[in-house]
């Protein structure tokens, strides 16, 4: 199994650890701390030895942020965790802040007195982050300030050791470009944006930049490290040499230099007389200060990875396409499978549901891992949006629960990301309106079209336009950037009201999911991954239009739909997507799954 049920983290502990740190603190002259989710290459996943936050605090969500003061503490995180935190949490300990309603920066900026110093670790935070932070610490006359070696890392005892997985290479069929042309596409970008040498922290960013991959992170197939990319094309690698075996090696070729990470501060140090391009949303603080330290001319800007990774190239297309038709044959499998299960009265618990559902991508021959930890949540356990079942969490299947299972797959062609919500039994009346108005939502971004140059905050509110009119909503965005065979949320498009808005462009891989969250009672979201397609002129029309293609196959939950509050134009999309996930898989099925898709996918 490629997931764990076993819990993270101890929220019992962390009275004693935040005193620790406070304690620590003291010593040392600070009077608060943060802790970031984050590690020193500023990406989503961090490996075990960085799970400062989870240990800290017991909090196991992929983004958030402790405050820890002489007298308060907090855990700041955005919508989708707040119920999350109030269940792994210890809130006689930290107080739980909910950041789109009240932001750091804000909450900092009440809680502290003048003259009080907090620390944080340069490695953890980008320049925006922090300049904002010390914007609003600054105007209660506080200070905040780096601190050199981590307080937790000291007071971590049995802190595990920092990853050295293997490399590999990303083969060219698979990736669309050799590495010296992508190299020397990339050099070009940044000697036209006016410098000399970019240095890059992603870890996503510097394997698609070189076609390797990596087995540091779980879900996540990439090496840590960082590189330095001169504007001709040459780079730096810095990253642990036993990482790199021969063939690796020889994929790189002579203008790939490989140092270790000992030798990071030199070789920043030796671009005293250059241009450095550097991210301010990612790249981490101490890196910009010893820059700054050395001498060199700081270019502040956007890694210049992000934009043309998101857009997929015909190769990397043509391989999202395979993962998802072979990734929606085990859908397809574990719905049918899910039925019978529940139709012969069986007993099945959260744990079932996910290890049956990784059995049939396991299957396939060619899963590499699972693209997140799976969300099943049943029942109440849905509302929970990024719920990670546990062995203290699993809980049994009732009849009449709504089941929502969110999940994915690493293939070496592609990345997989699919939510379905579904019916366990006699399905309760009060879900059939949020489930169709969320299943509006979906299909109102599926079937949008939209001048180019708009970006996903623009369409966002066609997915909560059905939910809005029965006063519903829900606080995530409407859909993430995905890579391919590599990060399954990927910048910098989103279909978001807070974040989106880089304008959508051909080629670009995102996520469409709205969703309806119950608090106690149930969750239900409805997600496919879609491409913007080319620009085209509808007939008729006198200006071409962007649109999207749906990636994702797999049957929708007919039973919870209520016919009614569907249009016309909306019955005829699903229809047709119906018809289309049965023509492209059932012939990949046995005659029984066939026989149940065939079924799921009847016309309305």
């Known amino acids: 199994m490629f997931q764990s049920f076993d819990q993270a983290s101890d929220s019992q502990l962390s009275a004693t650890r935040v005193a620790a740190l406070r304690s620590t603190l003291s010593n040392m002259g600070f009077q608060g701390f943060l802790t970031p989710r984050a590690d020193a290459h500023q990406g989503e996943t961090v490996a075990a030895h960085d799970e400062r936050l989870a240990w800290l605090t017991g909090f196991t969500g992929s983004a958030g942020l402790a405050v820890v003061l002489a007298e308060r503490a907090a855990l700041i995180v955005d919508g989708r965790y707040t119920l999350q ?20 920066a804000d909450w900092l900026a009440s809680a502290l007195g003048g003259d009080d110093r907090v620390g944080f670790d340069a490695w953890l935070h980008g320049r925006n982050e922090i300049d904002r932070l010390t914007t609003a610490v600054e105007e209660v006359g506080a200070r905040l300030e780096p601190i050199g070696e981590n307080p937790i890392d000291r007071i971590w005892e049995d802190q595990p050791p920092p990853p050295i997985g293997a490399v590999r290479v990303q083969p060219e069929d698979l990736a669309g470009e050799n590495g010296s042309e992508r190299r020397a596409r990339i050099g070009e970008a940044i000697r036209n944006g006016g410098a000399d040498v970019a240095v890059l922290s992603l870890p996503d960013s510097i394997a698609w930049l070189l076609n390797i991959r990596g087995s540091d992170l779980p879900r996540s197939p990439v090496a840590l490290g960082f590189a330095i990319l001169f504007n001709n094309g040459r780079v730096d690698l810095v990253m ?26 030199a070789l920043l140090d030796g671009l005293d007389e250059y241009s450095v391009l550097l991210d301010s949303a990612s790249c981490p603080l101490w890196i910009a200060n010893r820059l700054d330290d050395a001498g060199a001319n700081i270019v502040w800007g956007r890694d210049p990875c992000i934009h043309p990774k998101a857009i997929k190239n015909s190769a990397e297309l043509a391989g999202m396409h395979a993962a998802h038709k072979r990734d929606g044959v085990s859908m397809v499998r574990f719905l049918a499978w899910l039925d019978r299960m529940l139709a012969a009265g069986m007993t099945l618990s959260e744990i079932d549901i996910v290890e049956k559902l990784e059995e049939m991508r396991v299957e396939t021959g060619l899963l590499l891992d699972i693209s997140f930890d799976t969300i099943c949540g049943s029942g109440p356990n849905g509302a929970i949006v990024h719920y990670r079942v546990n062995r203290a969490s699993n809980r049994t299947l009732k009849p009449g629960d709504l089941l929502l299972v969110d999940s994915g797959g690493q293939y070496q062609d592609g990345t997989t990301d699919i939510t379905r919500t579904m019916a366990t039994g006699a399905v309760p009346e009060e879900v059939r309106d949020p489930f169709t108005r969320v299943l509006k939502g979906m299909i109102a971004i599926s079937r949008a079209r939209w001048p180019e140059g708009l970006a996903g905050r623009d369409l966002d509110p066609l997915a909560r336009t059905a939910l809005w009119q029965a006063g519903f909503d829900y606080d995530h965005g409407t859909g993430h950037g995905v890579g391919c065979y590599l990060n399954v949320h990927e910048g910098p498009q989103a279909l978001s009201r807070r974040s989106g808005t880089v304008a959508l462009e051909p080629g670009m891989v995102i996520s469409n999911e709205p969703g309806y969250y119950r608090p106690g009672a149930f969750g239900i979201r409805i997600e496919n991954l879609v491409v913007v397609s080319e620009p085209s002129t509808p007939e008729g029309g006198d200006r ?22 569907l249009s016309a134009p909306e019955q005829t999309w699903l229809n047709a997507y119906h018809a289309r996930v049965l023509d492209e898989l059932g012939e990949m099925l046995d005659p029984d799954d066939r026989a149940w898709l065939a079924d799921a996918c009847a016309p309305l």
Do not use: N, W, Y
Not at 88 to 103: C, G, K, L
Not at 240 to 262: F, N
């Open 544 to 565: 071409a239009m962007l649109g999207f293609e749906t990636l994702t196959l797999a049957p929708i939950d007919r039973r919870l739909i209520d016919i009614g509050l």
């Open 85 to 104: 935190a109030a269940q792994q949490i210890d809130t006689d300990t930290f107080e739980i802040v909910a950041s789109h309603e009240i932001p750091a």
């Open 240 to 265: 642990e040499p036993d990482k790199l075996d021969g063939a690796v090696r020889d994929h790189l070729g002579t203008d790939v230099r490989i140092s270790p990470p000992a030798k990071f501060g």
